[in-house]
């Protein structure tokens, strides 16, 4: 079982800045897509962006040129900065691996984007 620390995220402003971070406990980093996943309200789990191994990064169309996905293999974590934030940014982010047929959570964090 691998766990996460999610960090980062409450509440911004629109047209604000927030960053989240994720460290994984364990060495799973080096071998796994690190994704970040949001969940707003009444609303189904959807992809943010994801990263590869080889740095390769997936965003969702509704961040795309917003968010920045990053890693650093060396500290076990992944980013996601947030720029330019919106109301419909709201919602909880989950961090997520995938490698090897398994897929891992983190616990979640809440990012409320609200004047």
């Known amino acids: 079982q691998v766990r996460f620390v999610e960090s980062g995220g409450g509440l911004g402003q629109p047209g604000g800045s927030l960053a989240l971070s994720c460290r994984a406990a364990g060495s799973i980093f080096g071998s796994y897509t690190m994704g970040w996943y949001r969940q707003p309200p009444g609303k189904e789990r959807e992809l943010v962006a994801m990263i590869t191994t080889g740095n390769g990064e997936t965003y969702a169309e509704s961040v795309k040129g917003r968010f920045t996905i990053s890693r650093d293999s060396g500290e076990n974590r992944v980013y996601l900065q947030m720029n330019n934030l919106k109301p419909e940014d709201t919602g909880v982010y989950f961090c997520?691996?995938?490698?090897?047929?398994?897929?891992?959570w983190g616990q979640g964090t809440q990012v409320t984007v609200a004047s």
């Open positions: 997520r691996a995938d490698g090897y047929g398994y897929t891992y």
